[in-house]
């Protein structure tokens, strides 16, 4: 991929005086911008037409339907009960963020580009804090009442004040939002705000204002809120399923970032809480399209006949973002789990190996980091200039901070590995977790017990010769399996021993870092630091990630980060693939190839007529 730099003019030294590389205008002050980006690089020009990974020619028409991938804020994979995705309460359904225009749009190719969706184009001062945002006047909610500056200054105030958790904490460094007239939102940050802060503002839902003034924003409902995007709720059955329906000479479809884009009449997400089941659906053609997740589903059950006579189609997509983090998070608020080298020793009773082989047919490897399948993951010895940012903390660091980055220990296969297990053994005595009476108790003299929990069969298997291996060095471990939400409601309040959480960063990560590793968001309710980790070095690191002037100053600061979290045993890393297990009914075509840093489906697939009718007649 060629990036380009947009032009730059010639500044005195002296006019950034303090001023970060990154927070600097690479145009003049008054200069319209349609494009943003964390290191100020864009690939697209000014006048691009479309995006280079869609077809602008692609026709409208057709379903696609799906069991959804990927969830946000309050959404969950395995029900729903609420519209409103942007708050705390309820289980949100996925999919609601394409009813809500933004004021620019993300490009799938580049890092974390943006360009001009609601907005035309952006100026930004001098320093970096004050972003002027022009409107487009054809931008209309699904009622046909304009969208205005107004809108957006509502919209980001009121999700600065009454959102997710998340959001709130994302918007730490964002001061105010107001509109100037009609057509132009003044938007303000803090000083030395976080890198990608402003991407983010610009990539949250526009509301209607006129339509909140009747109504609460922050109620759990199943009323259709009034959006802006490209698609607008359809039908829908709470728990069950919900479709979304493309609008009708939208005002954005002939947008740069919209061409070839959003093809499908209806988009549909259906809901299974068992995986088996769902993959039943699929190859009843009760849904069209599968991201497989399972392993022994995609080695021993796609041998069914529509897949053999060609009616159904698979194939892997190569994925080129950081892999990140899946593995058994510790809750480190508890006191149990408070002493690291008790944490150390779940590592050694996983046999990540046996489980690979014998229950995930050999499909992954293991995973080691949280920036995993990227150049920010630690290697070997801190380099000097990690070791700059390292060395003010050492005093409160372990020692293996400043060394080899831990690497869970990989066992002989065998399920039981009694050297891994004595490992285990000598680490708890260590810690002061002792045998008495057969069972391993707590330096206080209590029995010490976990609890793990999850919201699917699917992960039964994986979990079962764990636990075995935790009762052979005396911890009494069980599993328990309950709704998702009350999944969703537990995990929020950190009412847990040990959960399994999956997440991935951009390759520019910056302000979500807060969110999973802070000490603020260790206490912050629904926040995604399952850990409870709270470290002074980790806070350090990600302010320091976050004011990189450059990109290699943000992965060295990203390593280290890497070091301390791997040397604070904060999880039981799990295993990862570089790669998407995608199933579909042939009734559907697409570009030649995919985004660099996106799957691309559905929104730049369309449905294809002569394909449907064939799978027709076949049967």
């Known amino acids: 991929m060629k990036l380009t730099r947009r032009s730059a003019i010639a500044v005195t030294a002296a006019s950034f005086a303090g001023v970060p590389r990154f927070l600097r205008p690479a145009v003049a002050d008054d200069a319209e911008r349609h494009g943003i980006s964390a290191f100020g690089e864009l690939k697209y020009p000014a006048d691009f037409p479309h995006f280079d990974f869609v077809n602008p020619n692609a026709p409208k028409g057709g379903m696609f339907s799906q069991i959804g991938p990927s969830r946000q804020f309050n959404q969950n994979f395995n029900t729903f009960n609420s519209l409103n995705s942007y708050i705390l309460r309820g289980d949100a359904a996925q999919g609601m963020q394409m009813t809500f225009a933004t004021l620019m749009a993300r490009a799938a190719d580049e890092p974390d580009a943006v360009y001009g969706f609601a907005a035309r184009a952006v100026k930004i001062s001098d320093d970096g804090l004050t972003y002027r945002y022009l409107m487009r006047p054809e931008a209309k909610f699904h009622d046909g009442t304009a969208l205005t500056a107004a809108d957006v ?44 802060v402003p991407l983010f503002v610009a990539g949250m839902p526009i509301f209607s204002k006129a339509y909140y003034t009747k109504r609460p924003f922050d109620e759990s409902t199943l009323e259709i809120p009034l959006g802006s995007g490209a698609y607008k709720v359809g039908r829908f059955e709470s728990g069950r399923f919900i479709e979304f329906e493309r609008v ?27 995986r088996d089941v769902g993959f039943e659906g699929f190859t009843g053609k009760s849904y069209l399209f599968r991201e497989e997740f399972t392993s022994r589903i995609w080695a021993t059950r796609y041998n069914f006949p529509a897949l053999r006579d060609g009616r159904v189609k ?50 992954y ?81 209590e029995r010490l017990s976990i609890e793990f929990l999850i919201e699917e069969p699917s992960f039964q298997p994986h979990h079962m010769p764990f636990i075995k291996n935790l009762g052979t060095i005396g911890i009494d471990a069980s599993l328990r399996i309950i709704d998702a939400t009350q999944m969703q409601a537990r995990t929020n309040d950190f009412d847990f021993d040990v959960v399994i959480q999956r ?17 603020q968001a260790a206490t912050l309710k629904g926040s995604q630091n399952l850990a409870g980790i ?18 290699a100053t943000m992965v060295t600061a990203c390593r280290a980060l890497d070091r301390v979290i791997r040397a604070g045993q904060y999880w039981v890393p799990h295993w990862y693939k570089a790669s998407h297990w995608i199933a579909y009914w042939d009734v559907f075509a697409r570009p030649q190839g995919k985004p660099r840093f996106s799957r691309g489906i559905p929104d730049t697939w369309w449905y294809d007529r002569e394909r449907a009718s064939k799978i027709e007649r076949a049967g």
């Open 534 to 551: 709270s470290n002074p070095a980790i806070d350090s690191l990600i302010e320091k990630i976050i004011a990189a002037n450059d990109r």
């Open 153 to 196: 200054a509502f919209s980001l105030t009121t999700l600065k004040k009454d959102g997710h958790p998340i959001i709130t904490q994302f918007m730490r460094d964002f001061i105010s939002a107001e509109a100037a007239d009609d057509a132009t939102v003044v938007v303000k940050f803090a000083e030395k705000r976080a890198r990608d």
């Open 503 to 519: 997440f991935g960063f951009s390759t520019t990560p910056g302000d979500s870092l807060r969110s999973y590793f802070s000490s």
């Open 365 to 445: 490897q293991r995973t080691h980091s949280v920036f995993q399948n990227s150049d920010m993951m630690a290697e070997g010895k801190p380099t000097p200039e990690e070791l700059a940012l390292l060395e003010p903390f050492r005093s409160q660091l372990p020692n293996e901070v400043f060394a080899e980055p831990f690497v869970p220990p990989v066992s002989d296969g065998s399920g039981q590995d009694r050297a891994l297990l004595r490992k285990a053994t000598q680490l708890l005595q260590e810690a002061g977790y002792v045998i008495k009476d057969g069972k391993r108790v707590a330096p206080g003299g």
């Open 314 to 363: 698979r194939d892997e997509l190569a994925d080129d973002t950081p892999s990140g983090a899946q593995g058994w998070f510790i809750n480190t608020r508890r006191k149990k789990f408070a002493h690291p080298k008790f944490r150390e020793a779940l590592n050694y009773a996983f046999d990540f190996e046996w489980t690979n082989k014998n229950i995930m047919y050999g499909s």
């Open 248 to 274: 009708r000479d939208w005002w954005g479809e002939k947008l740069p970032v919209a061409v070839g884009m959003n093809n499908f009449d209806t988009l549909r997400f259906e809901y299974y809480r068992d």
